[in-house]
């Protein structure tokens, strides 16, 4: 399918940009999936919380699905560290949905044989972590990076951070270093508006987020997160400039969070309700379902089939993992020596 | 005669040996590249491998760290300096929650090969923000390997054993025995020229006795030897292990000379509340045939306050050949 996509340059020029990309449709339809896995498996996690099935927090990824789907797909190959909202982001880097809910359920079958969690989750082979501190995914990806340049791994550095990450010093420094280092790195800043409670807009008098990179020489893009293909089309085209270019860059993409920080803190305490409805009206999954629908890639009953398939496999790995044992007790005291 | 070099001289030939057996061991920090680090410790480096291999950095601890663990996943192996571990607080998170804890975060995937190298302690009046050693800080956490010289051969080779380990070392070099012309105390001691290694984790018996033991590390275990000498005369025999490592602890070998002399006397220049003395304490007293034979146990340390500038005021609060001498005095 052919995908339009526009997105504002804001640094170092600020710049109108717009481009028309093929997309495979089996590659648009692969998004979709993902996307409806993810949601239909965080909607059987949070129930399962709710009957404290598990233990932690939880923070989901449902409205930042698109960014995931589309900008991984677009960096490969790369390696990518990701936040304490990182579901969608593993599930689009190929980690097994089966080892990701067994993590989460703290089982030995997990990606991390339960000592990680749902922050801390960990795929290398899949090139792919996470931390659970915000903006500490920065300066790892750019490390990454530096060692991708150096070996010429042919990869990319992709670090995702948060609206409220930008505020960080380790994330300013790095904005610093990147682009004089020349590092192959990818900063995918999904702005949700909210660290945690607070407006990241009533703390920054810089806006968009993204236009602080000016100061820093680091190229810098702005543009909607919310539909998976048109996400890949701008990924793509930026994606491609840092590996010709020798160069990184940062792009914010706007997206919705649908659910509350976390799920004990019901966003309701602190979104009055048009703002909420007006969030459920940008849900990545009804963007990017209207936009294969447009295309004729899907049909309303294929994406009925799609939906009912994923809901299977994604209770499916809930049963398993809630079925999985535990690890066994000795292995507290191994890894760390 | 063997050859003789100061101790950064042998931290340089280490580095350099490692760069030359390693092609993917890289080294970044402040001031390393041209100037060769503020206590020469990479003199003439980048010049020998180049700005991609030897690298300076900005003056931001939080990005180079967190980068550190990031070039590691990537597959090359970073020694990175800190100019002084005072400021290496400012990126605790990336040695502590990230660095030190990825591997076990990771159930094993993450091995690490990083080392972060840097100058500790005082006594030249540098004041209460550039004369930690932090000894027990970087201890504190699980994760970190941490390792402290008092001789360059050991400073060889134990830089050797932690860049060839493949795991996270915090590799902490004594200011005062450096050698470097601005710091007084660094002697030169005999190093080989050929590259080999210290293993970490074992003690050292630096001085045998039977009277009392000293337990301490790095400059420490230099006033811990005046000491001894100082009261040899008197016919007090004092025995003083240098811990070399103090993660991990060779904890067999301080109990065995703890019940040889059944007097153990922590010398350790870092903050005496929640530290190595402490810590030393519970270990002997933990063991019970340890516990059976210890008559004596005592410390000498930094008392609560941070380090003050004025050089009487330093004197008092830093361990010092006196204060030893004044608690062995009593023991005899």
Redesign the interface.
């Known amino acids: 399918m052919q995908v339009r996509c526009s997105y504002l340059q804001v640094s170092p020029e600020v710049e109108s940009h717009s481009a028309s990309r093929e997309i495979a449709d089996d590659r648009a339809r692969a998004y979709l999936r993902t996307m409806l896995l993810c949601r239909a498996l965080e909607t059987g996690l949070t129930e399962a919380y709710g009957r404290v099935e598990f233990r932690g927090e939880l923070h989901l990824s449902a409205g930042h699905e698109a960014v995931a789907a589309g900008v991984v797909d677009a960096a490969e190959p790369c390696f990518v560290v990701g936040t304490h909202r990182s579901h969608a982001v593993a599930l689009s880097k190929g980690v097994d949905p089966t080892a990701l809910a067994a993590e989460i359920y703290g089982r030995d079958s997990g990606v991390c044989h339960g000592k990680g969690g749902h922050m801390h989750l960990t795929a290398l082979d899949r090139g792919f972590l996470t931390t659970g501190i915000v903006g500490a995914t920065v300066p790892i990806a750019a490390g990454y990076a530096l060692s991708a340049r150096q070996l010429n791994l042919g990869r990319i550095g992709v670090a995702f951070l948060g609206d409220g990450a930008m505020n960080q010093g380790a994330v300013l420094e790095t904005l610093n270093l990147a682009p004089a280092w020349k590092l192959p790195l990818l900063l995918v800043v999904e702005n949700n508006e909210l660290a945690f409670s607070t407006r990241t807009a009533d703390l920054s008098s810089i806006r968009p987020l993204a236009a602080r990179c000016r100061g820093f020489g680091m190229d810098a893009y702005v543009a909607d997160g919310t539909d998976a293909t048109v996400v890949w089309a701008i990924a793509a085209e930026i994606v491609h400039r840092i590996r010709a270019g020798g160069k990184p860059a940062l792009i914010e993409f706007q997206v919705p969070r649908l659910s509350g920080h976390l799920e004990v803190v019901d966003f309701e305490e602190y979104l009055a309700e048009e703002e909420k409805r007006r969030r459920v009206a940008q849900d990545p999954l009804g963007r990017t379902e209207e936009s294969l629908l447009r295309a004729g890639v899907l049909d309303r009953a294929g994406i009925e089939a799609l939906t009912s398939e994923v809901k299977e496999e994604a209770e499916r790995a809930l049963e398993a993992a809630r079925a999985a044992p535990f690890p066994d007790v000795t292995s507290a005291t191994t890894d760390s020596e | 005669m063997a050859r003789e070099l100061y101790l950064y001289e042998a931290l340089n030939e280490a580095l350099a040996q490692r760069l030359t057996e390693d092609d993917?061991t890289?080294l970044l920090g402040e001031d390393i590249g041209r100037m060769g680090g503020a206590f020469w410790v990479t003199k003439g480096l980048q010049e020998r491998f180049g700005v991609?291999r030897v690298r300076d950095?900005?003056i931001?601890e939080?990005?180079?760290?967190?980068?550190?663990?990031?070039?590691?996943?990537?597959?090359?192996h970073?020694i990175v300096e800190v100019q002084l571990a005072d400021v290496a607080l400012v990126?605790l998170?990336?040695i502590v929650?990230?660095l030190a804890k990825?591997?076990?975060?990771?159930?094993?995937?993450?091995n690490l090969p990083v080392v972060i190298r840097a100058p500790v302690g005082g006594y030249y009046g540098d004041a209460a923000q550039h004369s930690q050693t932090l000894y027990a800080t970087f201890s504190h956490f699980?994760?970190l390997a941490v390792v402290v010289p008092s001789d360059p051969f050991d400073a060889k080779g134990l830089l050797l054993s932690a860049a060839r380990g493949g795991r996270p070392v915090v590799f902490l070099e004594h200011k005062q025995l450096y050698g470097v012309p601005f710091m007084q105390y660094g002697t030169k001691g005999a190093v080989p020229e050929e590259p080999y290694t210290v293993p970490l984790g074992a003690a050292k018996v630096v001085r045998p006795g039977s009277s009392a033991t000293i337990v301490s590390v790095g400059y420490g275990v230099h006033l811990a030897l005046e000491a001894a000498q100082e009261l040899s005369d008197s016919g007090f025999d004092v025995e003083v292990v240098d811990l070399r490592c103090l993660k991990?602890l060779d904890v067999a070998a301080v109990r065995r000379s703890a019940e040889k002399t059944g007097r153990v006397l922590v010398v350790d220049e870092d903050y005496s509340s929640y530290g190595l003395s402490g810590e030393i304490a519970a270990l002997l007293l933990e063991h019970e045939p340890t516990r059976a034979r210890l008559r004596s146990f005592a410390r000498v340390a930094i008392p609560d306050v941070p380090i003050p500038f004025s050089e009487p005021l330093e004197e008092a609060v830093l361990p010092s050949t006196a204060r030893v001498v004044e608690v062995l005095r009593r023991w005899t």
């Open positions: 993917r890289i991609e950095t900005p931001s939080s990005a180079f760290l967190g980068m550190a663990v990031g070039i590691a996943l990537g597959g090359l970073p990126a998170d990336a929650n990230e990825l591997r076990y975060m990771s159930g094993g995937q993450a699980p994760g991990p």
